[in-house]
């Protein structure tokens, strides 16, 4: 038996690969006097870690403790079996796995736990279930081209989903494992996106304020909320009292002035691209966003548009007579895939808050143009002129249940029920009047126009 000795630095940082007969270099292992059943493994490649060999119940066991550290930096760290470890260090965990061994525990089954553990962490990081329930609840798919999709007659809002937790969510979150994200976390990533300290995932400081927070906190809820459904053990740390905004305060009431209808109008006239087009056509038919957005080509006929159930929030189909100035807006678009306002040909027209931004500097060069002193206009959002077209019918004089049908809300009640009348000729008549008011508000003139109830 080779003579063992005590190690030292020295001797570890001189050890190198032996080389076997065929002059091929092999691993070996160095034995320490000094501490029991502890070795130093020198690998082929020359790396050199620490290894415990003893016998448990009659059998021979190896654990690997760590890779091999001069550092003497690190000689006040309490010492972990994986951690990069001294000579000081090595021995003391060898002691304390004899310890363990001798009281009836199997070191080697320990580590094998603690790994199996720290797997299924990093299998449950909050990105990581986020992403699982953004499959299942979402029909989140990767493509061909690596653009993803969602499938809308699962969830509408899977896009927006998926946005608000790249940008806001999984920066801060998403690399901790779901079960050990606490209360305090959310309640300080909630505190920085409303005092718009919170950085999204470029790096870059957002906007934010107490309705993006409270956003970013309904998303958190509803992911946790899925997970706690399918595990055993996980209990959602949100509790009543972390929003930011009362429901009370919630609901927007904002609609555009004519003043700023005539701004926001005149600008997206001046300018090209789908996206100003995209403000004109939701001003003009009171339609979602998202309905807009992903209109395709094929849902447009003969001055109809036809939106399906799969993308409707009440989960039927629509039917909205374009007026002419709607179909208008359309024929200055190109037709180059499938949906009627993209910006790459290939997809729909998403990042809104992009596009918005830039929009509204371009409002305020008109505005300054006029008035070197103006201001940007008040907080406004797209789903501002889906509420203005709402109030423009009532002002033009629209029925309210016919201007509630063109903005595709059900009729509630016995009505709603048994009354299955398309409407066709009423909501047609009422996108008309909508147009003509509109007009007449962005090219005043001194006539007087009576707008009869439809």
């Not at 946005?163 to 990533?189: C, H, Y």
């Not at 209990?235 to 305060?249: F, L, N, T």
């Not at 103006?374 to 033009?396: G, V, Y």
């Not at 048994?418 to 009047?433: I, S, W």
Request: charged letters at 30%.
């Amino acid at each position: 038996m080779a003579k063992t000795s005590g190690l030292t630095d020295f001797t570890i940082q001189n050890l190198t690969p032996k080389k076997g007969k065929d002059g091929v270099l092999t691993s070996w292992e160095k034995s320490d006097s000094k501490a029991k059943g502890l070795r130093v493994y020198v690998g082929v490649s020359g790396a050199k870690s620490f290894i415990m060999r003893y016998r448990l119940n009659g059998r021979l066991q190896k654990l690997t403790l760590g890779p091999y550290s001069p550092d003497e930096a690190r000689k006040d760290v309490a010492p972990k079996v994986g951690d990069p470890l001294t000579l000081a260090a090595a021995r003391v965990l060898a002691a304390e796995t004899l310890l363990r061994k001798n009281r009836g525990f199997d070191p080697v089954a320990e580590k094998q736990r603690d790994k199996q553990i720290k797997q299924q962490a990093a299998a449950n990081t909050f990105e990581a279930v986020a992403i699982e329930y953004l499959k299942r609840e979402c029909g989140m798919k990767l493509g061909a081209e690596g653009a993803l999709t969602f499938d809308r007659s699962k969830k509408r809002s899977g896009h927006e989903q998926h946005r608000m937790l790249k940008r806001q969510v999984f920066p801060t979150l998403g690399g901790k494992p779901i079960a050990e994200i606490k209360k305090s976390d959310i309640i300080r990533l909630l505190d920085q996106l409303a005092d718009g300290e919170l950085r999204n995932d470029e790096g870059d400081l957002m906007t934010g304020g107490p309705v993006a927070a409270d956003r970013a906190l309904a998303i958190i809820r509803k992911v946790m909320n899925w997970h706690a459904v399918r595990s055993d053990d996980f209990r959602p740390p949100i509790v009543k009292g972390m929003a930011r905004v009362r429901p009370s305060e919630q609901a927007r009431e904002r609609i555009l002035n004519d003043d700023e209808l005539r701004t926001i109008w005149g600008t997206a006239c001046q300018l090209e691209g789908p996206f100003p087009a995209f403000l004109r056509f939701l001003l003009l038919t009171g339609a979602r966003r998202s309905e807009a957005s992903e209109m395709r080509w094929d849902e447009v006929k003969e001055g109809d548009w036809l939106l399906p159930a799969s993308r409707n929030k009440t989960k039927r189909d629509l039917l909205r007579p374009l007026s002419r100035a709607a179909q208008a807006v359309l024929a200055q678009q190109p037709n180059i895939c499938h949906f009627v306002f993209t910006t790459d040909g290939h997809s729909a027209l998403s990042s809104y808050s992009q596009y918005k931004a830039a929009f509204d500097a371009a409002v305020l060069r008109e505005l300054k143009k006029e008035d070197p002193k103006a201001k940007p206009l008040e907080n406004w959002t797209l789903h501002d002129l889906r509420r203005t077209a709402r109030s423009l019918m009532s002002r033009a004089g629209v029925n309210t249940d016919h201007a509630e049908r063109c903005l595709g809300h059900v009729i509630g009640g016995v009505r709603g029920v048994y009354d299955r009348h398309e409407f066709y000729d009423e909501k047609k008549q009422a996108y008309e009047a909508l147009a003509a008011l509109i007009e007449r508000i962005v090219t005043p003139t001194d006539t007087v126009v009576a707008f009869r109830k439809v």
